[in-house]
Every structure is written in C-alpha cells, then in structure tokens.
C-alpha cells in the first residue's frame, strides 16, 4: 500500500473520516473515523482499525463479532482530509446484521446499475436454495447441466446473430439472455463472479504492471 500519514489532514480531534467499500461490490459498507494511531494498525495489520469517538478508544473491526475487513486499497481525496477504505468483508459491517450500514433509503429514483450483477446472481442463488414453482431459472436448475449448456449455446450463437444484423437493441438483448445463462451456469458449478473478476485482473491489470 502507498500512502503516506504525513500527507493526511486531520481535523482539530486529530481524526480523519473513512468510507469503507466492498473491493468487489462497490458498495460503501459504513463510514468511520481513524486517527493515526488507527490508521497504522491498519496499515500493519491489513484489517481495518477506528477510532471510536464514544469509547474514545481504538477499535477493531470483527474483533468481537469476526467479521473483519480486509485492506485492498486506501486512498486519500484531493483534499488529503478523507479516506477511501476498499475491503474484502469477512461478514456484514452493520451492527444490526446488515450487509452495509447503509441499508436505510430515504430516496430513490432507480436501483443504481452498477448491483444489478450482484443483485441477479443473489436472486439465481435464492432459486436454487429455495425453489419456486414455475420460475424459470428453478427449471433450468431441475434440468441440469446439460439443459443450462444447451441455452448458453444458444444465447451465445443469438449473440452472433445480432452483433452480424448490426442490431444494438437486439445484441443487448441476447448479450443479457446470455449473461443470465452463464451465470445460472456458474452457480450450477460453483463460480463466483468475484473468481471471474480475478481472472480478468490477473490477465490484464497484474500483466500489463508486470510488463511496464
């Protein structure tokens, strides 16, 4: 990790605000506060540590409850005064149970798009753990393997089809049916979109570092 202590401006009680998010979600999971005490025992420990402004004392993340976050990333904003904390989670980071402690909505206007994978593969696996007559995505599952196969050869020759008839209404259609059949598929054999996401880092990010 680069970051540099001296570099960070902390307000007159000697803290900085964090906003933790999820590495791979993208999702901000709470929003705390570390001095540089805490700030270095995160740097050395690679879990996230705050200073608790009731307590008055420092704090670890999971420390009771095990649900620790693990350090990616911290960045600081152009001002030097905040924190950007990106975790892999180890559990929920609410107190309450709760994946994010920001599950309260006070408005909305459209689910942001950027959970909609997320959001479509917690769905794929809530149909697998807990059926539902006459839902699609628990008949490919009932089918199996073959049948799941079978779709995504199909979506991927539409796929063809649509990219060749220069249709951009109809690829993004049949490149969403698409997605949707992999990822039945994946849940089917035990891959993660996180485990893709891998893939694609070390294929493109780590090898082009490597060949700077």
């Known amino acids: 990790m680069d970051i540099n202590i001296e ?6 009680n000697g803290l900085i605000p964090a906003i933790v998010q999820d590495a791979d979600s993208g999702k901000v999971l709470t929003l705390a506060y570390m001095n540089q005490d805490s700030l270095r ?4 420990t690679n879990e996230t540590w705050f200073f608790s402004r009731s307590r008055q004392e420092l704090w670890n993340k999971g420390e009771t409850s ?3 976050q693990q350090i990616n990333k911290i960045s600081y904003d152009c001002d030097a005064d905040a924190l950007l904390v990106q975790v892999t989670p180890l559990g929920p980071a609410c107190h309450t149970g709760k994946e994010t402690c920001f599950h309260n909505t006070l408005y909305t206007k459209d689910e942001p798009s950027q959970e909609i994978i997320s959001q479509v593969v917690a769905k794929i696996t809530e149909r697998r753990e807990n059926p539902i007559e006459g839902s699609y995505t628990n008949y ?4 199996g393997l073959d049948k799941i196969l079978k779709k995504v050869g199909e979506e991927t020759t539409e796929v063809i089809i649509g990219a060749k008839n220069n249709d951009k209404t109809e690829l993004t259609n049949e490149i969403a049916d698409l997605t949707y059949h992999t990822l039945v598929l994946m849940e089917l054999l035990g891959v993660s979109v996180t485990d893709i996401k891998e893939e694609l880092k070390n294929r493109h990010v780590v090898k082009d570092k490597k060949n700077k």
């Open 7 to 12: 570099n960070l401006k902390f307000d007159d």
């Open 66 to 68: 095990g649900n620790k």
């Open 140 to 143: 490919l599952f009932n089918e």
């Open 41 to 44: 025992k995160t740097l050395e």
